[in-house]
């Protein structure tokens, strides 16, 4: 499967990964980049959707309620989120009062539930980790949503410069169940400033997978299996868009890598 998608510039809607080409089977992920006053229009279908804005302000309007002056940030780094929260068999319309970015992370979902919003200080901060994995993780969509919404879970991770995240290594595929719950992921990622980078490591024990990627600004991951730790470059901040879901609930116990979890006495 295509697990990892180069950055593109567009403007408009595109697709970064979806069912069909990815090889997941619960998520799917796409980016609107709007100038002002532009407007983007769509259906979920069988998908839940969290419209995440990552730059600028916009109009959002689903399930006949609108919400004006959303958002605001001028890039991720500069303060928490914004989110809609669209149920499945909806229509929505995003319209841009500035520049707009917006990641649309969708799930697939047969319950049906009212669209909300998640605003800045609803967002859920966490400071994990230790010496060199410190890192600072936003629920977005998280305990915070239970009975709201289906499948999904989202928020945001912060690597400083040169600190790692999702470490010491950790997965959520199912092999260990129930031990360990079974959760497709999607990243997506930007970084600070932004000519810099960060690696996305990927592997299994048995070694059918053992990966690593550069990531620069706007590139995204699919994560069906394995490990996936992420490293940013010294210098950098690195930040990704995280969302899971899978048919084990919504339970997040992530099974770290036997051979490191003596990092975490």
Same mark, same amino acid.
């Given at each position: 499967? =295509?697990?990892?998608?180069?950055? &593109?510039?567009? !403007?408009?809607? %595109? ?29 979920? &279908? ?5 419209? @995440? ?6 109009? #959002? ?5 609108? /919400? !004006?002056?959303?958002?605001?940030? %001028?890039? @991720?780094?500069?303060?928490?989120? $914004?989110? @809609? ?16 970015? #917006? ?8 319950? %049906? ?9 609803? #967002?859920?901060?966490? =400071? ?31 690597? *400083?410069?040169?600190? /790692?995240?999702?470490?010491?290594? +950790?997965? +959520? ?5 129930? *031990? &360990? ?12 400033? &932004?000519?810099?980078?960060? #690696? ?27 490990? +996936?730790? @992420? ?10 868009? /995280?969302?899971?879901?899978?048919? $084990? ?10 051979? +490191?979890? /003596?990092?975490?006495?």
């Amino acid at each position: 499967m =295509r697990r990892f998608s180069k950055a &593109e510039r567009f !403007n408009g809607y %595109r697709d970064i990964f979806t069912f069909e080409e990815q090889g997941l089977k619960y998520l799917a992920f796409g980016k609107a980049a709007l100038e002002a006053g532009q407007t983007y229009r769509a259906d979920t &279908e069988q998908c839940e959707a969290v419209i @995440v804005l990552l730059k600028g302000k916009a109009t #959002v309007s689903t399930g006949g309620k609108t /919400w !004006n002056g959303l958002g605001g940030r %001028r890039t @991720v780094f500069e303060g928490k989120a $914004t989110a @809609v929260y669209v149920p499945c068999q909806s229509s929505f319309v995003i319209e841009a009062e500035t520049e707009l970015e #917006v990641g649309i992370c969708k799930a697939k979902a047969e319950k %049906r539930f009212e669209p909300f919003v998640v605003y800045p200080e609803e #967002v859920v901060v966490h =400071r994990r980790g230790k010496e060199t994995w410190k890192r600072e993780v936003h629920d977005i969509i998280a305990d915070n949503a239970d009975g709201r919404v289906h499948r999904i879970v989202l928020g945001e991770t912060f690597n *400083e410069p040169g600190s /790692w995240s999702s470490y010491p290594p +950790h997965k +959520h595929d199912g092999e260990h169940a129930p *031990e &360990e719950p079974d959760l497709e992921e999607i990243y997506y990622y930007q970084v600070d400033p &932004e000519q810099g980078f960060g #690696v996305q490591l990927h592997y299994t024990k048995d070694g059918e997978i053992d990966d690593a990627y550069i990531v620069r600004q706007g590139d995204s991951f699919a994560i069906d299996k394995g490990y +996936h730790p @992420v490293a940013a470059a010294g210098g950098y901040r690195v930040y990704y868009l /995280w969302f899971m879901a899978g048919p $084990t609930g919504r339970t997040l116990k992530p099974y770290d890598d036997p051979d +490191h979890r /003596w990092l975490t006495r």
